[in-house]
């Protein structure tokens, strides 16, 4: 069974611009939840979606934001891009069974804003 | 206080000892709790679970789980320089919300 895709991998973007993310969950899975990582910060909540439905967000400004398909397939936006928006950003899947289902990562997409 | 803390370590452990990493959290209603392994450059792998008080044990490692101290900690037996790594715990605050520790980074040196 093939894992999480996130794509693309690496990204290079200027202040001001905008990116999108995508990522594929394992077949099967209905959960898709997004992290950004830095190393200050670790593992930040961004937001959870089921059943194309945002259940869950977490404490980031309203620049970042997401959406999932009727496929599971789930995107991520981030609008007028900041420095501080560099980070590596993971997506998970899950099965999702009441909280008692452990995350699957993609390998994440490494975004660079100069 | 954060929600969920770990001791950013590193944590250094000679080969073949018994490498021990802590968690705290701060929500009494949490109810699932993970451990997750990231080599550098890598993303998260889970290595465990545990829902319930006590001990849980998968091979090498132990997930030893305090509900009444908030205190989550894994334990690595006979530890391999291939289990450095930055180790997360991670808390279900709802069942839609995992939250992550900021890791604790493990070295073991032959």
């Known amino acids: 069974k093939a894992g999480v895709t996130q794509t693309p991998r690496y990204l290079i973007k200027t202040r001001g611009q905008q990116v999108t993310l995508s990522c594929s969950p394992i077949?099967?899975?209905?959960?898709v939840s997004w992290y950004q990582q830095t190393p200050g910060q670790g593992l930040q909540f961004l937001f959870e979606y089921f059943s194309e439905t945002q259940r869950n967000k977490g404490n980031f400004p309203g620049r970042f934001s997401g959406r999932q398909f009727s496929n599971s397939r789930s995107e991520m936006n981030v609008s007028t891009l900041e420095l501080g928006d560099s980070a590596l950003y993971l997506c998970?899947?899950?099965?999702?069974?009441?909280?008692?289902?452990?995350?699957?990562f993609g390998n994440g997409t490494r975004l660079t804003v100069t | 206080q954060k929600e969920v803390e770990q001791n950013s370590g590193p944590l250094s452990v000679p080969e073949g000892a018994i490498a021990s990493l802590n968690c705290t959290y701060s929500?009494?209603?949490?109810?699932?709790f993970f451990w997750y392994r990231q080599y550098s450059g890598k993303s998260p792998e889970l290595i465990m679970f545990i829902y319930s008080n006590g001990d849980k044990e998968d091979g090498r490692f132990t997930a030893q789980l305090n509900k009444a101290s908030q205190y989550v900690s894994l334990l690595i037996r006979d530890s391999q320089p291939s289990d450095s790594a930055t180790y997360l715990c991670a808390v279900q605050v709802t069942a839609d919300k995992l939250i992550f520790g900021t890791g604790t980074r493990l070295q073991v040196f032959p």
């Open positions: 077949s099967g899975h209905r959960s």
């Open positions: 998970a899947s899950s099965l999702w069974t009441g909280g008692k289902s452990p995350l699957h």
């Open positions: 929500d009494r209603g949490s109810q699932s």
